[in-house]
């Protein structure tokens, strides 16, 4: 696979692995492989290789993904443009569905 990464730490993707049932759909359709197979649980693996199309959450089964389509770059950009700072979406990364 070749290395598409677009911006660093402003994907909107999260999965609450606890949820999560292990069937590997998200493996399935995910274009750019962010998610691996281990444990009977799936994991995000290449975060920032998400292009945010949304097709692992169309697909999941009990819900345990969630993602903006298309919201993370372009929110870290519109962030850095109007902060005058590198883009980010101000999210750090951290998963929002299991805290």
Same mark, same amino acid.
């Given at each position: 696979?070749?290395?598409?990464l677009y911006l660093t730490d402003v994907v909107t993707l999260s999965l609450c692995e606890a949820t999560c049932n292990?069937?590997?759909?998200?493996?399935? %359709?995910?274009p750019?492989? $962010?998610f691996e197979l281990s444990?009977?649980?799936?994991? /995000?693996?290449?975060?920032?290789?998400?292009m945010e199309c949304g097709a692992c959450a169309l697909n999941c089964q %009990?819900?345990?993904?969630? $993602?903006?389509?298309?919201?993370g770059c372009a929110a870290g /950009?519109?962030?850095?443009?109007?902060?005058n700072t590198e883009p980010t979406c101000g999210c750090?990364?951290?998963?929002?569905?299991?805290?």
């Open positions: 696979m070749k290395e598409l292990g069937c590997g759909m998200c493996i399935k %359709v995910c750019h492989e $962010v444990g009977k649980k799936a994991h /995000i693996v290449r975060r920032d290789y998400c %009990v819900n345990a993904i969630t $993602v903006k389509s298309g919201v /950009i519109i962030s850095g443009i109007l902060n750090s990364g951290e998963p929002s569905c299991c805290n």
